[in-house]
């Protein structure tokens, strides 16, 4: 069967480079901020292995979920834990716009350009607290 999508705009050839930037924001609320560029249709996770190997002050770790894909497990030595109610929370705040928390995990987001791409780090007593509408 021909590839017929080959030809067209987004298989141009053509790679576009854009920064974003990754903040880190730790169970102690201190807040670190690195920025990286990427190639244009990587996803959130293909943008912090970028920075991991250019950084060496930015190192995180995941899971492989059977069914959701990439789980961000630890970011610069602190993990999440089901036990203890606490994970790395995904957030996104586009040029302008607010910060919102991402409808899917980093292994299908695609970063824009000028992007801020959140990883903050959520403790809670609750167990209810760790649903992503109340958070
Ligand atoms: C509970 C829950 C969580 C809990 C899981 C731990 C716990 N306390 O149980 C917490 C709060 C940690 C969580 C986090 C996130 N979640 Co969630 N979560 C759910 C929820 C509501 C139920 C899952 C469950 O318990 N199923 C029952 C058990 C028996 O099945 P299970 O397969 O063993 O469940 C595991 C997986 O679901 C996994 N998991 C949960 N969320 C996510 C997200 C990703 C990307 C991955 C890889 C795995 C994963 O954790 C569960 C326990 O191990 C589902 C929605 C739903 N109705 O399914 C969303 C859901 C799976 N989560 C989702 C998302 C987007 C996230 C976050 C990326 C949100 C964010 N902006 O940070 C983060 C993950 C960040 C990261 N570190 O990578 C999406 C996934 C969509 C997608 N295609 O990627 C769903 C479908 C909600 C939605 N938007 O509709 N989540």
């Known amino acids: 069967m021909a590839l017929t999508g080959l030809g067209e705009r987004d298989h141009s050839g053509e790679l576009n480079m854009i920064p974003v930037k990754v903040i880190v924001i730790n169970d102690r609320s201190e807040k670190i901020s690195y920025s990286t560029t990427v190639t244009e249709g990587w996803t959130m996770f293909g943008a912090l292995n970028e920075l991991q190997d250019s950084n060496s002050s930015f190192k995180f770790s995941y899971t492989i979920d059977k069914h959701y894909g990439i789980f961000l497990e630890s970011v610069n030595g602190l993990s999440g834990?089901?036990?203890?109610?606490?994970?790395?929370?995904?957030?996104?705040?586009?040029?302008?716009?607010?910060?919102?928390?991402?409808?899917?995990?980093?292994?299908?987001?695609?970063?824009q350009r000028d992007e801020n791409l959140i990883l903050k780090f959520i403790t809670s007593t609750q167990k209810r607290d760790l649903f992503h509408h109340d958070l």
């Open 81 to 111: 834990s089901i036990k203890d109610n606490t994970y790395w929370q995904l957030l996104s705040q586009k040029p302008g716009g607010d910060i919102t928390p991402l409808e899917v995990g980093m292994g299908c987001y695609q970063p």
